[in-house]
């Protein structure tokens, strides 16, 4: 017979890959106590979920319906106080999320219970990506940055089983990353040069050895309260989630890496300067929609050698308007790509005003067709403006743009193509 409680105040579920929400003065069935302080019940709505017993109290004579739940024997519990989850979870989570740790208790807690005797072979090291409280004892609570040893990755319902400190536990797998062991070296090796007085703080990471695709969650853990000054040129990253942990961040370096987009920019509120010369930034309309806003303080901004920036076509009038677009969304820049901004050219921004919005591209069938072109390899876009595409395949080429890209469609897709990766086709 289940136990039926009454909740004494209201707890909205601070993790919705466990809990759930209850409401002051319904009532719930109680389903499984932990000595953790979490109990599983249902609520009269049907959801099954970990609230904390805080908030419960039982109804008389039902105290011994159900057993308290004996705490496991491996793991311990964590020693430090897991930090509420800050941060919504990505989209990924919601589709793929680990279910309920009751859901597959049985399974996982025979694992941890014939690990206590034994060290288990790794896999491999994995990083934390967001906070997570534990709702049981079988369980990890963590903090973003946080590193382990995974054990296993495929237990039921998306869970690990991962040791730390010698002791094991389960954590949700969507919500860690594999380290590469030769990043977590270079992050290890890491030291933050001082100048000014001391007031200046920079941390460079480039151009050796061990290349970075992005940037590691764990650089920013380690060094994001104090640098204020970062480079990471002549890497190879393409995207620059995490920079959100360099909370005093005044100057970011990306030069000659592979970014093709800013969609996943973070705020920085206290950034000036931005270099993200050569890369391969090609709409800049979306560049601006992406940053705007973020960089309240952002005075510098060079975006030279990519193939939004005119500035080395030998286009005076393309990249006139090109600067005009630029300072017209971001007002508060004086120094784009190292030219200081003219009086006359903030002029010329009030007396164009919206005419220098950047509209969204064109329908393929009302632009002219220069050509057909076929693809001479295979290319997988990473940004919106861009087409992916396989060898063989034939585009209709409408424009030619600067730095070696191609205005083209594509069964009807209009987008850019890198000149050097297709072939123009004679009628």
Known sequence: EEEEAQVSQDFAARNPVTQVDVHEGEKVAVLERFATGWWKVKTPGGSVGLVPKSVLVCCAGAAAAVPQKKQLAQPQAPQHAPRT????????????????????????????????????????????????????????????????????DELPGGWWLARRDGQYGHVPGSFFTKVDPEVAALICRAKLQSSAGGRCQTLSLGGGDVLLTSVPPALGVRFGAQ????????????????????????????????????????????????????????????????????????????????PCCPLLTGDDAAYTLYRLRVLYRLRQVTHLDSLAVSQSERGEVVRRGDTLIIQPAPNAASLPVLYAAVALYDYVGTAEAQLSFQANDTFVVHQELDLGWLLASRTGQLGHVPAAYVRRVDA
């Open 85 to 152: 989850p800050q941060k919504a979870q990505p989209q990924q989570h919601k589709a793929g999320a680990p279910g309920s740790p009751s859901s597959t208790r049985t399974a996982r807690s025979g694992t941890v219970t014939q690990t206590k005797s034994q060290v288990l072979p790794v896999k491999f090291a994995a990083e934390a990506l967001y906070d997570y409280e534990a709702g049981t004892s079988a369980e990890f609570s963590f903090q973003a940055g946080d590193q382990m040893n995974v054990i296993k």
């Open 227 to 306: 640098c204020t000054h970062l480079d990471l040129s002549f890497n190879h990253i393409v995207r620059v989630a995490h920079l959100e942990r360099f909370t005093c961040l005044e100057s970011l370096v990306l030069d000659n890496n592979e970014l093709q987009s800013a969609h996943d920019f973070p705020e920085l509120a206290s950034l000036r300067a931005l270099s993200l010369n050569n890369n391969h930034i090609a709409d800049l309309g979306a560049f601006l929609d992406s940053v705007a806003g973020k960089l309240p303080r952002l005075s510098f901004l060079s975006l030279v050698k990519n």
